[in-house]
């Protein structure tokens, strides 16, 4: 790698690895700088895949889905996994926006109340009682489409004294 300027980013976000990293990590066999649809990705994949169902020694039917970056395939897996019919989700973004794209055109998505607010502000999503409460509350905590942050915070449920 010596005779050229190598900035060491890999993944998602603008994460830097030092450059001895990058080179113990390029023996034979090493995910960095292949495909996901090669071996040494796909065999990763499995073994974190593997493990966690082992860890939480998950039912056969049980699949653990992961994910690096493509917040489509990401929104997606929410909506189908934790929807019902209703959602609460705050607008502050591309990242949020994309969330509730994917929950209105889902197909037994009832209602998603939308909190939208000014590009550069932030919002939380709203419990919206008198419509019922949503099944999921979802929001970006890093908007980086805008730079826009909120703080991890419980919507509703246990603190308001509801379960």
């Known amino acids: 790698m010596a005779g050229?300027?190598?900035d060491g980013r890999?993944?998602?976000g603008p994460s830097k690895i030092r450059l001895d990293q990058?080179?113990?990590?390029?023996?034979?066999?090493?995910p960095i700088g292949t495909s996901h649809r090669r071996p040494p990705v796909r065999?990763?994949?499995?073994?974190?895949q593997d493990r966690f169902r082992a860890l939480y020694n998950l039912p056969e039917e049980?699949?653990?889905?992961?994910g690096n970056g493509g917040a489509s395939a990401f929104w997606d897996m929410i909506v189908f996994s934790l929807v019902r019919s209703k959602v609460s989700a705050s607008r502050f973004g591309e990242f949020g926006g994309k969330f509730i794209k994917e929950a209105q055109e889902a197909p037994f998505v009832e209602q998603v109340f939308v909190n939208e607010v000014e590009v550069g502000s932030a919002a939380y999503p709203q419990a919206n009682l008198e419509s019922g409460v949503a099944d999921l509350f979802a929001y970006p905590h890093n908007e980086t489409s805008t730079g826009a942050?909120?703080?991890p915070k419980r919507i509703w449920g246990l603190d308001?004294?509801?379960v």
């Open 160 to 162: 308001n004294g509801q």
């Open 149 to 151: 942050m909120l703080s």
């Open 43 to 48: 065999d990763l994949v499995k073994e974190i």
């Open 10 to 12: 890999f993944g998602c």
């Open 4 to 6: 050229f300027s190598f």
């Open 22 to 30: 990058l080179q113990a990590l390029s023996a034979k066999n090493s």
């Open 62 to 66: 049980y699949e653990v889905v992961l």
